[in-house]
């Protein structure tokens, strides 16, 4: 096919430590002082996507929770501050980013609570060139705390534009690669991963070559582009504020040398067409079953999800909290592995 060449960006913003009077867990919060500093984190993120659109950015990509309401997001004593943020942050996300994609001429996709109804969600959006919504996700695998105030997505939808089917996820989502296989079977071509976590350089490089795809993760290290042949293209490292692009031929990228064996065999050159031809879905029935044979090993639980037992649990997560904002140490981390306490 005749290339079609692209150029992708990705952003990297890097963690700004919330100042107490914008923490709802401070004796000294306000909300005039949370939203100014929900307004300065979206302004960050939305100058480094200028900043993208300036090197010519076909499509740019910017992190998870844009308007940094982590801390709203699980405060349990007063839910109508989450809600009253999340409201009018989304609405000065949409308006920023619209600005800045139609500005620049460009695709934009990033991460926000978005209210809909009676329900938040945590949304990626896809803006268009001229500055126009073409598509929204919304998170399917949610961490027990986002379930106390935020509802859950149900599917991975994918979205043409002019330079190839986007498909989106966020953050947690990457831990199943069912995720990013969704997405690929929905006909994405790039998936974009706004994530407030940092995944590993082999798991990203796993999901781009699994899938086929380019793939674009936003984060707070080592915001990474990917081709479908797991080469990274582009890394930001430590950096603390970084913008990277890439040249990317999005028809060619997945296809075989001329004398690739499996090109012989099959008469298929393109990976991605031969992968999604040679699928045995009769063989995966496993995949959709609730409780499949490994869950069973495991005894019988129950998730803290009733009312008391969330309470619970938001109770020791609070006093954490507030050690923090005394200068004491935290007593809980986003440390992975048993062992690595030290790490």
């Not at 993760?217 to 582009?225: D, G, P």
């Not at 004491?328 to 790490?343: H, M, N, V």
């Amino acid at each position: 096919m005749p290339e079609r060449i692209a150029r992708l960006a990705t952003t990297q913003w890097a963690y700004r430590e919330v100042p107490p009077e914008a923490t709802p867990y401070s004796d000294v919060f306000s909300l005039d002082a949370a939203r100014q500093w929900s307004r300065s984190e979206i302004d960050g993120a939305a100058g480094l996507l200028a900043m993208a659109g300036d090197q010519g950015a076909d499509l740019a990509v910017a992190g998870e929770d844009i308007a940094h309401l982590s801390y709203p997001l699980t405060y349990l004593d007063d839910p109508s501050i989450f809600r009253t943020l999340a409201r009018e942050s989304a609405a000065m996300a949409h308006e920023t980013l619209s600005q800045v994609a139609r500005r620049h001429e460009m695709h934009i996709v990033a991460s926000f609570f978005e209210p809909d109804g009676d329900r938040i969600f945590n949304s990626a959006v896809l803006i268009g060139r001229d500055g126009a919504l073409i598509g929204r996700y919304h998170k399917v695998h949610l961490p027990v705390y986002e379930t106390w105030m935020v509802s859950p997505g149900d599917r991975f939808p994918a979205f043409e534009t002019d330079i190839g089917v986007v498909g989106m996820l966020i953050c947690y989502d990457e831990v199943w690669p069912e995720s990013a296989a969704a997405c690929a079977l929905n006909g994405a071509r790039i998936i974009c991963h706004p994530s407030a976590a940092s995944p590993a350089d082999y798991r990203v490089r796993c999901r781009a070559m699994d899938s086929q795809v380019f793939y674009i993760t936003s984060t707070k290290h080592h915001s990474r582009i990917v081709a479908p042949t797991a080469k990274v293209l582009a890394d930001a490292g430590d950096r603390r504020d970084a913008v990277l692009t890439a040249e990317a031929d999005i028809e060619n990228a997945s296809l075989a040398p001329e004398n690739f064996w499996e090109y012989l065999y099959s008469g298929v050159q393109d990976h991605r067409e031969r992968h999604l031809r040679l699928r045995r879905p009769d063989a995966y029935r496993i995949l959709l079953e609730a409780s499949p044979p490994a869950v069973k090993t495991y005894p019988p639980r129950e998730l803290p999800i009733t009312p008391q037992a969330r309470r619970a649990v938001y109770e020791k997560q609070k006093e954490d909290y507030r050690r923090g904002l005394r200068g004491e140490k935290q007593y809980y981390s986003w440390t992975w592995s048993k062992g690595d306490e030290g790490a």
